[in-house]
Nanobody, 123 residues
Framework: QVQLVESGGGLVQAGGSLRLSCAAS????????MGWFRQAAGKEREFIAA????????RYAESVKGRFTLSRDNAKNTVSLQMSSLKPEDTAIYYC????????????????WGQGTQVTVSS
């Protein structure tokens, strides 16, 4: 089992920044690809970004490319999502997830999920 706990969400004005963290525990999380998804009210879960187990490979959704940066620290079992130039449409619950497979943007391929952290961007 892998346990994931997100933190760092909150309320921020448009144009501001937030840094989300995901703390992992349990099995050897260093061998898992990690992803971030978000879900706005009334909408489907949306892929944001993913990083391979080594950190050598990353993927981003077009909607956040150039604004969000994903990184991981395997020594600390943490994954961080730095979000900049935030927009009201970034408002959602953000979820951290782990996959035993190759990182991708399909949420059903992720085996473990955190409880989510709310991000609200005011205009």
């Amino acid at each position: 089992q892998v346990q994931l706990v997100e933190s760092g969400g909150g309320l921020v004005q448009a144009g501001g920044s937030l840094r989300l963290s995901c703390a992992a525990s349990g099995r050897t999380v260093n061998s898992y690809g990690m992803g971030w998804f978000r879900q706005a009210a009334g909408k489907e879960r949306e892929f944001i970004a993913a990083i391979s187990y080594s950190g050598a490979s990353t993927r981003y959704a077009e909607s956040v490319k150039g604004r969000f940066t994903l990184s991981r620290d395997n020594a600390k079992n943490t994954v961080s999502l730095q979000m900049s130039s935030l927009k009201p449409e970034d408002t959602a619950i953000y979820y951290c997830a782990a996959t035993q497979g190759i990182i991708n943007d399909y949420y059903k391929s992720y085996n473990y999920w955190g409880q989510g952290t709310q991000v609200t961007v005011s205009s």
